[in-house]
């Protein structure tokens, strides 16, 4: 499988960005994708974000297997950090957002009024591209201020949101400047952090159908209607049950994977994780 590598120059711009403007800030929140936490932080922001406290928000948990979100806030609240996992797209999720974000903020807020420093607490929201960084700040806000998209590399620069008690500071999306590990750098892939342009789909497409016949073989049986575990096998089923043909009766692999990765990205798939939490104990978040 070709190695994935994705850091275009616009993100050596961001992190130097975030590091000049970090002072800036009192906190952190770090939007992680649900289905893919441990791929979706990027280790290489904590030495940005210093001793500030962070919040991990673990959003589109409603495209997420709940039970291995759940343990996954579990993990990084046994880190000493605040997790919460929510829909951003759900306005029933701001009351649980604000609440974390009081919680976060409330040694500073104190200080702040011991001081009668009337300045609001700002904070920084960082995350890889597509978790839905904007989208929560929008929520936050209560109207759309943060420009929002499906693409990697929506946002290009920081652009401060007032809220009420508190400001935050939107920055585009960044990647580690290396993927040492490759299974999450596909992660990233599978669930459109990466540009779809530099990837070999037919690569994503099977190696997604891999890990998922693995993790949900139940799933994927009724879901494809077959009972075939190679990942070929499965793709071809996908063609023949939608009708994916070329002239000749040959399959349309090339819409096959473009259907395989948007279903599993929408949720058609149902909700499923690509990762479980027992497994990444290791990262520093």
Not at 70 to 88: M, N, Q, R, Y
Request: hydrophobic content about 40%.
């Amino acid at each position: 499988m070709k190695h994935i590598q994705w850091f275009p120059g616009h993100m050596t711009k961001a992190m130097r960005m975030m590091q000049e403007e970090i002072d800036l800030c009192d906190a952190v929140i770090v939007v992680l994708d649900a289905r893919c936490p441990a791929a979706s932080f990027n280790p290489k922001l904590k030495s940005v974000f210093g001793e500030r406290p962070i919040l991990y928000v673990l959003n589109k948990a409603d495209l997420a297997d709940c039970n291995k979100t759940d343990a996954f806030v579990k993990l990084i609240e046994s880190k000493g950090a605040l997790a919460v996992k929510l829909t951003a797209t759900s306005s029933s999720a701001k009351r649980a957002l604000t609440a974390k974000i009081e919680r976060l903020t409330a040694e500073r807020r104190k200080q702040n009024a011991e001081k009668n420093n009337l300045r609001p607490v700002r904070l920084m929201v960082s995350g890889v591209p597509n978790t839905g960084k904007s989208t929560i700040i929008n929520l936050l806000h209560g109207e759309k201020k943060a420009i929002t998209g499906d693409k990697a590399g929506v946002t290009r620069g920081k652009q401060w949101i007032k809220c009420e008690g508190f400001d935050l500071m939107d920055t585009p999306g960044t990647m580690p400047p290396a993927f040492e590990n490759q299974v999450l750098a596909r992660h990233l892939a599978y669930i459109g952090s990466i540009n779809d342009d530099i990837l070999e789909m037919d690569e994503i497409a099977l190696s997604l159908l891999s890990e998922l016949r693995a993790m949900y073989p139940a799933v994927v049986k009724e879901k494809f209607n077959t009972e075939e575990e190679e990942p070929l096998e499965l793709l071809n089923a996908v063609c023949r049950r939608r009708g994916f043909l070329q002239r000749g009766g040959d399959y349309d692999y090339e819409r096959g994977e473009k259907a395989v990765v948007d279903d599993f990205r929408k949720g058609k798939l149902g909700a499923l994780s690509l990762e479980r939490a027992e497994d990444y104990t290791e990262v520093e978040f």
